[in-house]
């Protein structure tokens, strides 16, 4: 039903940036919810931002709440995560993926995921 690709990932400083993108293929992305995650090295999948189907609401961890900021372009099929001041735990695979339940939070809640790109930040 929709593909997605996550890319902009690499390895930055402590107090670095990076956008990651996450392009959509499909014919209906605007009709879904949207989050990112991360899973760190022998650690679950958890939760880091999240954004309605129009773009207006947002959710974000309480790790990451000042620092991430989570967009979509819905005529783009893309949703974004802007990260600033990386800390070293903030080093994880991130993925995307679309909200097919009703806990926003919740990682039972999202399907369809992209592949994961990489973020390291050094300390």
């Known amino acids: 039903q929709v593909q997605l690709v996550e890319s902009g990932g690499g390895l930055v400083q402590t107090g670095g940036s990076l956008r990651l993108s996450c392009a959509a293929s499909?014919?209906?992305?605007?009709?879904?919810?949207m989050g990112w995650f991360r899973q760190a090295p022998g650690k679950e999948r958890e939760f880091v931002a999240a954004?309605?189907?129009?773009?207006?609401?947002?959710y974000y961890a309480d790790s990451v709440k000042g620092r991430f900021t989570i967009s979509r372009d819905n005529a783009k099929n893309t949703v974004y995560l802007q990260m600033n001041s990386l800390k070293p735990e903030d080093t994880a695979v991130y993925y995307c993926?679309?909200?097919?339940?009703?806990?926003?939070?919740?990682?039972?809640?999202?399907?369809?995921w992209g592949q994961g790109t990489q973020v390291t930040v050094s300390s």
């Open positions: 993926g679309v909200r097919t339940g009703l806990a926003t939070m919740s990682r039972q809640a999202y399907d369809y």
């Open positions: 499909g014919r209906t992305f605007s009709s879904y919810a």
């Open positions: 954004i309605s189907r129009g773009g207006i609401t947002t």
